[in-house]
């Protein structure tokens, strides 16, 4: 709340739509480079919330911001907040909905939230964050309340506090590797693009042999084949990688003969148990836009599962 009224503050105003944590750091490396910014990052939960501790809000000193703290209902006014901190140079921490002072703030979920809004007096942390989500290592940034500072820390299984300081996780964005010679390719591939996954399509005379360099543990393999002869070999390297999803075409009879040949070639239980198959949340599917879907939903509900 702005307590000086000879203080003039722009009108906050959404420059972005994203809640991406990479494009929102991104936002904020590149405006630092002419102007003000400030992180706000939700740091408390009082009941219901519409977002997860750790999602923050970038605000510009001009007014305009990105990101989300809540479903979109207390945006503008965090980024009020954050012009003011920008403008009296120091950081501060405000409270949203349940407990909050801002009578006229009320958050639909009936809960509550805490802010801790940082402004930005260096960029090389948030640079080094991104570099490290571009060779997709996942990371953190300590935030510091006593000293008004981030610094580089190694990520824990979630955001939360540690004593004192607060520790945001940054992870690399979803990496799905498709092998197959089918239709249902194209639409997995079309679909992952758009849904912001970055997306390798194995070539099938390289698959088995690529596959070990390409995947990380952010990453989800998708088998489409319709022939367990051409997928058995990718199948075999795929196995070998720290993928958090690895799925399979077929229905179950086909991945029984799947698992069977597997254990014959040595296999265990526990190998076999990662891989899903039938495919995909939901099914059958008749066509391979359906089929995109079920996969995709599978997979994303399968990182929420291994990382949130």
């Not at 080094?128 to 953190?140: C, H, I, K, P, V």
């Not at 004593?163 to 639409?187: A, C, H, N």
Request: hydrophobic residues 45%.
């Amino acid at each position: 709340m702005n307590d000086n009224p000879l203080l003039v503050l722009p009108t906050p105003a959404r420059a972005l739509l994203t809640d991406d944590p990479i494009e929102l750091l991104k936002f904020a490396a590149e405006a630092f480079k002419d102007s003000q910014v400030a992180i706000a990052t939700l740091v408390e939960i009082r009941g219901g919330a519409a977002r997860s501790l750790g999602s923050q809000v970038i605000v510009l000193s001009d007014g305009r911001f990105a990101g989300y703290v809540s479903g979109g209902c207390v945006e503008a006014a965090v980024a009020a907040e954050a012009l003011l901190a920008m403008a009296e140079r120091c950081d501060r921490t405000v409270r949203f909905g349940d407990g909050s002072p801002f009578l006229d703030i009320v958050l639909p979920c009936g809960g509550g939230i805490t802010v801790a809004i940082h402004v930005m007096r260096r960029s090389e942390e948030v640079e080094r964050t991104l570099e490290s989500l571009r060779l997709r290592r996942a990371t953190a940034l300590r935030y510091s309340p006593a000293t008004q500072s981030l610094t580089l820390a190694e990520p824990m299984e979630r955001a939360g506090w540690v004593g004192d300081d607060f520790l945001t996780i940054y992870r690399p964005s979803t990496k799905i590797v498709i092998s197959g010679q089918t239709i249902e390719v194209r639409s997995v591939a079309r679909l992952a693009e758009c849904s912001g996954f970055e997306v390798t399509v194995l070539a099938p005379e390289m698959g088995s042999r690529l596959i070990g360099d390409v995947v990380d543990p952010f990453s989800a393999i998708v088998l489409l084949h319709h022939d367990l002869e051409q997928e058995m070999l990718v199948l075999e390297a795929a196995l070998q990688t720290s993928c958090f999803y690895l799925g399979a075409l077929g229905s179950r009879r086909t991945h029984q003969q799947r698992l069977n040949r597997l254990l014959r070639l040595g296999l265990g239980e526990t190998e076999l148990a990662r891989i899903k198959a039938p495919i995909g949340l939901f099914g059958p599917t008749r066509d391979s836009a359906s089929l995109a879907l079920s996969i995709l939903a599978d997979v994303a509900a399968s990182r929420s599962a291994a990382f949130n």
